[in-house]
Structure formats: structure tokens, C-alpha cells
């Protein structure tokens, strides 16, 4: 076995790590450990104990891969936006367009509650440290016009068709492309996050 397969899962525990912060809300940190160690007290009684001291572990285990994995978002879908403006489109084509960097992170703690008075809620903050919303950024190329375009978006989760049904985890809300092209600075707005919230509201993952 090669040095690379033996230390591939390094870099999923520096996802945990980075991401920690996510799984300190109160029931990882104090009800799933708690119930273990409650029902441990029974362990030798039954197996249906020995089931519920280590189903909360299972629990937290599946809480964090969750809660540390990447942002996977459509990037078919952030494409088709660029290409269907014209603005864009004249100077970055398909076949001659290319990725030179790229991020994109959760963001930390809780927005600003005049503009997501969604996130004020008790219930919702017991499971939760963060909104699952992201901010990142692409920066592209393209070989024929020699233009270079920073992307910066910002994502939120949003409702489905049923009230408690997610629709798009990475929906994005917020999208500005500013172009440089031989020394010549241009901004275009894809998405306005003003208009955006005043028809479309964050969802709340609660679990």
C-alpha cells in the first residue's frame, strides 16, 4: 500500500477539524452524550439498552459527516447563469473558458436579524450554530479574450414545493462577476441580495 492510500483520510479529518465549530450546539454536545451515558447505567440489564447507549454515538457521528462535508453545490447551474448573460458571454465562451481559483466556506455564527429575523428562533438554534449558508468565490479565465472574472456568490438553503421540504441547499442569492479586461474594470450583478430576499426566504434545517 502506497504512502497516499494509507493517509487518505487525513484530509477528511482536517474537514472535521476546520468545521468543528458547526456540531457545539447543545444536543451534540449535551443531550446525545448525556443519553448515552444515561442508558449505560443499564447496559447489562437488556439489549434494548445496550441499543440506545450507542445509538446516540451513531447519531453524532452521522450529525458531524454531515455537518463538515464540502459545500456541494450545481456548478451546471452557476455556469448556465453565466453563459446566458450577454454581458459575460461576449468574453467568456464555453470551450475557452477555465477555472483559476476557487473557495467556498459556511459562514460562521448567525446573520444579522433584521435582514434573516428567521434565524431568531429557540428551537432552531438548539440544533444549529450556523444558517448553512456560504460565501465563495470562482475566478476564471479565458484564453481567447484574455479577460479574467472574480465570481463572488453567497448561498442559503431555501423551501421546496412542501413546507418541510428543502428545495435547493446552495441556493444562490447573491452574485456579482467583476471583469478585467486589459486594465478596464467592470461589475455584473447576476443575482441582488436585496431583491432575492424579498421574494425568496432562507430554510431552516432544524435536524
Request: hydrophobic share 40%.
Amino acid at each position: 500500500m502506497c504512502i497516499r492510500d494509507r493517509y487518505r483520510w487525513v484530509p477528511a479529518l482536517r474537514c472535521w477539524w476546520d468545521r468543528r465549530h458547526r456540531m457545539f450546539d447543545p444536543f451534540s454536545v449535551y443531550v446525545l452524550p448525556g443519553s448515552s451515558l444515561f442508558m449505560f447505567q443499564f447496559w447489562e440489564l437488556n439489549l434494548g439498552f445496550k441499543i440506545l447507549t450507542v445509538l446516540p454515538w451513531f447519531t453524532l457521528y452521522v450529525r458531524t459527516r454531515d455537518k463538515t462535508l464540502d459545500p456541494d453545490f450545481k456548478e451546471t447551474y452557476l455556469r448556465d447563469m453565466i453563459y446566458k448573460n450577454p454581458e459575460i458571454s461576449e468574453l467568456f465562451r464555453e470551450e475557452t473558458i477555465h477555472v483559476l481559483d476557487y473557495d467556498c466556506e459556511y459562514d460562521k455564527g448567525y446573520p444579522n436579524p433584521e435582514k434573516f429575523p428567521e434565524f431568531e428562533n429557540s428551537v432552531w438554534r438548539f440544533f444549529n450554530t450556523d444558517t448553512s449558508m456560504c460565501t465563495g468565490h470562482f475566478t476564471f479565465g479565458d484564453v481567447e479574450s484574455g479577460a479574467t472574472m472574480v465570481l463572488k456568490f453567497k448561498t442559503m438553503p431555501i423551501p421546496g414545493k412542501f413546507r418541510y421540504q428543502v428545495g435547493e441547499p446552495f441556493y444562490f442569492y447573491d452574485l456579482r462577476a467583476h471583469i478585467t479586461q486589459n486594465g478596464v474594470f467592470k461589475e455584473v450583478v447576476l443575482a441582488d441580495e436585496n431583491e432575492t430576499l424579498k421574494k425568496i426566504r432562507p430554510f431552516l434545517f432544524l435536524f
